[in-house]
């Protein structure tokens, strides 16, 4: 069984950053795509961001251009680093780890609001 602990979510005006961390432990060696999911409030969770095993990247055209996910592979965290935030950002941000994106284990959610 995986564990995924996220953090960095906070309140931040328009324009700003912030950086959330997602830290996997158990039964990683499974693990072949971990992803950032968001869901505002009434609409669907979608996709923001992903990576997979060997390092291929992929972006919502939403934030494509602004946020970048990576991972540390030492750490067993992936980080999303968000620029230039907008108040449509404003979700809770859950991060997911399994073998496709979607599966798996999922994180308890960290909220981001961005305010204009």
């Known amino acids: 069984q995986v564990q995924l602990v996220e953090s960095g979510g906070d309140s931040v005006q328009a324009g700003g950053s912030l950086r959330l961390s997602c830290a996997a432990s158990?039964?990683?060696?499974?693990?072949?795509?971990m992803g950032w999911y968001r869901q505002a409030p009434g609409k669907q969770r979608e996709l923001v961001a992903g990576?997979?095993?060997?390092?291929?990247?992929n972006y919502a055209d939403s934030v494509k251009g602004r946020f970048t996910i990576s991972r540390d592979n030492a750490k067993n965290t992936v980080y999303l680093q968000m620029n230039s935030l907008k108040p449509e950002d404003t979700a809770v941000y859950y991060c997911?780890?399994?073998?496709?994106?979607?599966?798996?284990?999922w994180g308890q959610g960290t909220q981001v609001t961005v305010s204009s």
């Open positions: 990576i997979r095993r060997g390092g291929m990247t």
């Open positions: 997911n780890a399994g073998y496709i994106y979607g599966s798996g284990t």
């Open positions: 158990g039964s990683i060696a499974g693990i072949n795509a």
